[in-house]
């Protein structure tokens, strides 16, 4: 998990990058995303192995800036959104609304209008399928239905350092249709009484990398596709892990996708349907290509003669405002001491175990958590930093500038950069202006108090 010498990189920013990246960011903190990296696993996921053809959705949640959305869509790529809200902003940035599809905790109030721009809704409750029946009875409408199939996968280990709260499947979950709703015959007399027609099956267990459950997963989601005729296609969502640190495995496509593919044949052999495969990653696409350009503004240390339980404290610009994943999950992200310089000469050797923490005022606001327990501080051994060196948090792509607690402390957003391979630097989001905060308040008349 740690790093025994101090890496004088972090996993894309050299020194003189992460300096580029400030000078046109105009400070920090900001996040920086790699193009190259965002690429690579594009190509992965374009390459998951299917048989009679896939769609690969982008979990837009991960990460929405417009720029990544539109980099995605370049490639081919859809959208998955997961709110009214997120299908919107998808449509603002130029994506069409048949490439968007929405697996939402509720139906938005405007989904009518929505299904008919030709944005694919699959409903995850019993509740949504009524009320999207009753909006479009006896119109044959096509319908997605987002099944839990009973199997969850991921979630909290604390010997799982990647650790993310992304067991979505299995009786304590709450999302999708429970299936035995649907197997026993529950959901099919909703279909039938408002005459929709089921085109899509959706299931999303969470996160994993074992093929074995990848497989289970995609034989139990099938077994739903067989109850409709109409369905055309199934889509087993995302969760696809990746090693954040240096000594976690990256999921191998290949290895869990070619079982599913082998159960879509299995599947066309039976009931003599070709059925198209759908897959949405959010984490996959996004997480590496990330990373947290931040300063170290101060060191306080709690070290003394008298006691030996004190530690030293490194205090980075950025905080919880910016990466929740330490704090929310105990999650480790990587991080990586540059000098403040920027020039690579200035890198000492020494290291120093110490605990890093954010910038808000919040015994929370911690960076090195032990793995999995948010609460729990741990010390990290870094490379001996000074006040305004710069610290690269990274696997910060996914979940981090989207899932943060933004203006806690009235911190404004910070700004995004893009980074092309040959270095070019590309302002992708402005840093927020820190009267948009409180902008939309207002004044209570004279006399309320
Ligand atoms: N599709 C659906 C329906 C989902 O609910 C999710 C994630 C995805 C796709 C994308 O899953 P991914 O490939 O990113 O694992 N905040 C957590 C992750 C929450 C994921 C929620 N659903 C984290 O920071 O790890």
């Given at each position: 998990l740690l790093?025994?010498?101090?890496?004088?990189?972090?996993?894309?920013?050299?020194?003189?990058?992460a300096q580029s990246c400030i000078d046109v960011a105009g400070g920090t903190p900001l996040y920086a995303y790699s193009l190259d990296s965002l690429a690579k696993s594009a190509d992965a996921c374009l390459a998951f192995p299917n048989a009679y053809g896939l769609t690969v959705r982008y979990a837009m949640k991960a990460c929405p800036n417009g720029t990544i959305l539109k980099y995605f869509l370049s490639r081919g790529i859809c959208i998955d959104a997961s709110s009214g809200y997120e299908v919107r902003r998808a449509m603002d940035m130029g994506v069409p609304a048949e490439k968007i599809s929405l697996s939402s905790q509720e139906l938005p109030t405007d989904f009518e209008e929505l299904v008919k721009l030709g944005v694919k809704i699959n409903c995850c409750s019993i509740s949504q399928l009524e009320r999207f029946g009753e909006a479009?009875?006896?119109?044959?409408?096509?319908?997605?239905?987002?099944?839990?199939?009973?199997?969850?996968?991921?979630?909290?280990?604390?010997s799982t350092t990647g650790f993310?709260?992304?067991?979505?499947?299995?009786?304590?979950?709450?999302?999708?249709?429970?299936?035995?709703?649907?197997?026993?015959?529950?959901?099919?007399?909703?279909?039938?009484?408002?005459?929709?027609?089921?085109?899509?099956?959706?299931?999303?267990?969470?996160?994993?990398?074992d093929p074995a459950i990848w497989q289970q997963t995609a034989k139990l989601s099938l077994s739903f596709c067989a109850i409709w005729d109409t369905v055309t296609s199934l889509n087993l969502g995302g969760g696809y892990k990746v090693g954040r640190n240096p000594d976690e495995k990256t999921t191998d496509l290949i290895e869990i996708g070619s079982p599913v593919a082998d159960a879509f044949k299995d599947f066309a052999k039976e009931h003599g349907r070709e059925l198209k495969m759908e897959i949405e990653p959010g984490t996959y696409?996004?997480?590496n290509a990330g990373a947290l350009v931040t300063k170290i503004q101060d060191k306080v240390s709690t070290k003394s003669s008298s006691s030996d339980d004190g530690h030293i404290f490194l205090k980075m610009d950025a905080g919880m405002t910016d990466v929740l994943r330490p704090s929310l999950y105990g999650a480790i992200h990587p991080i990586t001491i540059l000098p403040g310089s920027g020039k690579s000469e200035d890198i000492g050797t020494d290291v120093e175990s110490v605990v890093v923490v954010g910038h808000c005022c919040e015994s929370g606001d911690l960076m090195t958590p032990k793995p999995g327990e948010p609460e729990a501080l741990e010390e990290r051994p870094l490379r001996t930093a000074e006040l305004g060196d710069i610290a690269v948090m990274d696997g910060s792509g996914a979940y981090c500038a989207g899932m943060s607690t933004k203006n806690y402390n009235s911190f404004p957003e910070s700004p995004e950069v893009l980074v092309t391979a040959d270095g070019e630097v590309h302002l992708i989001r402005k840093r927020q202006d820190p009267k948009q905060i409180y902008e939309n308040e207002c004044d209570v008349p004279d006399g309320v108090f």
């Open positions: 790093r025994a010498t101090p890496a004088t990189s972090s996993n894309f920013l050299t020194p003189e990058l479009f009875a006896n119109t044959s409408q096509k319908v997605g239905v987002r099944v839990n199939p009973g199997v969850g996968s991921g979630g909290f280990s604390s993310s709260k992304t067991n979505v499947g299995g009786p304590s979950s709450s999302f999708g249709i429970w299936h035995e709703f649907v197997t026993d015959g529950t959901v099919p007399a909703i279909v039938e009484k408002y005459g929709l027609e089921v085109e899509r099956i959706h299931t999303h267990i969470g996160s994993g990398s696409l996004v997480a």
